[in-house]
């Protein structure tokens, strides 16, 4: 963990990574790996173990100091285990229930993605399939055509790369996906590349 960031609040951190010093999230969700871990030792998931609940608390953890506003929230980890459990809790009531698609994910798919290199923030499906020339809107006929096309996405994707694309779709970008799968960055950032193309491929023979 890197001591740069040791002696500030974690209020102060916050402040600076809103000012775009963007590591200090991966010192953040290092800082509080640990509060994650005790947690889900307290919960039981049905089908999965602790490595899954760790992971769910982990995005409950990003999610944190993605949405954590010190003048409208209290202190940040307050705030933090608050998200933390909720992400967890929500988890273990989803495994007690017949998993199935994500039809939240349906707003998530075509609403913008995270900015590009170039800080375009095209919607996902855009920036995935480089669909630039044709209306994305012809995708969303109804919700019958949305199951049909990302139950393809995830057929066609390994589990591994489901779990990349699910935390994608978080805001999360490829460095910090690694560090909530335990994986390496680079394994990380090819598999991103793998559903890339993937879903290009997917999203063009579905036009």
């Not at 459990?85 to 017949?98: E, I, L």
Request: hydrophobic content about 35%.
């Amino acid at each position: 963990m890197s001591n740069r960031y040791k002696g500030y609040t974690d209020e102060e951190l916050i402040v600076m990574l809103r000012d775009g010093d963007n590591a200090v999230t991966d010192f953040i969700m290092e800082k509080y790996k640990n509060l994650v871990k005790s947690k889900a030792k307290s919960m039981f998931i049905i089908g999965g173990d602790e490595d899954d609940l760790i992971q769910e608390g982990m995005i409950g953890l990003f999610k944190a100091i993605r949405d954590y506003d010190s003048g409208r929230d209290a202190s940040f980890f307050t705030f933090a285990e608050l998200c933390i459990s909720r992400q967890m809790y929500n988890a273990v009531q989803a495994s007690g229930r017949k998993k199935h698609g994500p039809l939240n994910s349906y707003v998530s798919l075509y609403s913008g993605s995270e900015e590009d290199e170039e800080g375009s923030g095209k919607p996902l499906v855009e920036t995935l399939a480089d669909i630039t020339e044709d209306n994305p809107e012809k995708l969303l006929i109804d919700k019958e055509n949305y199951k049909r096309l990302w139950k393809k996405i995830e057929e066609a994707l390994s589990p591994l790369e489901n779990q990349v694309l699910d935390l994608y779709l978080t805001g999360m970008s490829y460095v910090q996906i690694a560090k909530v799968l335990g994986r390496d960055e680079k394994s990380t950032d090819n598999a991103l590349n793998r559903i890339k193309t993937k879903v290009k491929r997917i999203t063009k023979d579905e036009k």
